[in-house]
């Protein structure tokens, strides 16, 4: 069922064209310095028929909260999930969002150099220019006050996000958000599941941002639960 992203209008980004693409459960916001809204069509459309084919042998995969072994004979964006999930200890699933947004993304980059696809509050980015990526924490006094400031050097890059309290993503912790970015958009979107999975309390906020610390490749982490915050690695925050 497709749900209205009402957020996406306080997203500004004056010097890209923006435009929607919605395929069946599949809903992104792109960005780009054209409109490439027939040909992202395309590429998601591909993104999944290259999952359901897969999920139609493999059941598991869409089913499972844990890892599962590598396949060699997996298409590409399968793979990826694959790997990455198994790296957070988390079911492939909980990186398609990311997954979906980085493939996307990666292939959009023949027609434009700057690219930005947003699927669901998880982010693919390659930009020229800073950005700033706003994190919304439900009720906490946190939420929409602060952001993530991007600089160019550092795409591309996923800026993904879980959360236990917002939202319809499934998480077996209770954090108001999980922000976690790394190069790739399928690990950022496993990683969050993960470190979101062990954060119940406010207590847990050490808890997360250890088990964030032994995902290799993540670059930075931000937890915010209720009024605390917790955060590792290199990430440049702005208040709004």
């Known amino acids: 069922m497709h749900e209205p992203r009402t957020y996406r209008s306080l997203v500004k980004t004056g ?8 395929e069946a459960e599949t809903d992104l916001l792109i960005c780009a310095d054209r409109d490439l809204a027939p040909k992202a069509k395309e590429l998601v459309k591909k993104a ?12 598991n995969f869409e089913k499972s909260f844990v890892p599962l072994p ?7 964006i399968v793979s990826e999930m694959l790997k990455y999930s198994k790296r957070a200890g988390v079911g492939p699933m909980a990186s398609v969002a990311g997954a979906v947004a980085e493939y996307v993304g990666k292939r959009l980059l023949k027609y434009s150099k700057q690219v930005i696809v947003e699927n ?3 982010i693919y980015m390659r930009t020229s220019l800073s950005r700033r990526v706003s994190v919304f924490s439900g009720s906490s006094p946190f939420s929409g006050r602060v952001a993530l400031e991007i600089s160019p050097e550092d795409t591309p890059i996923g800026i993904c996000t879980s959360s ?10 209770s954090a ?14 496993a990683a969050a599941t ?11 906020l ?20 209720g009024d605390k915050m917790g955060i590792w690695g290199k990430l440049k925050l702005l208040g709004i």
């Open 164 to 173: 236990g309290t917002v939202g319809h993503s499934l998480s077996f912790g």
């Open 70 to 76: 590598s396949d060699i004979g997996a298409p590409g």
């Open 176 to 189: 108001d958000a999980v922000a976690v970015c790394a190069r790739s958009a399928a690990l950022a979107d």
């Open 120 to 122: 669901g509050g998880d």
């Open 194 to 204: 993960a470190i979101g999975n062990a954060v119940k309390t406010g207590k847990d």
């Open 48 to 59: 999944r028929i290259e999952l359901t084919k897969y999920i139609v042998k493999h059941p």
């Open 206 to 225: 050490e808890e997360g941002l250890l088990a964030a610390k032994k995902i290799k490749g993540l670059s930075g982490v931000l937890i915010i639960k």
């Open 15 to 22: 010097d890209l064209v923006s435009f929607e693409v919605v």
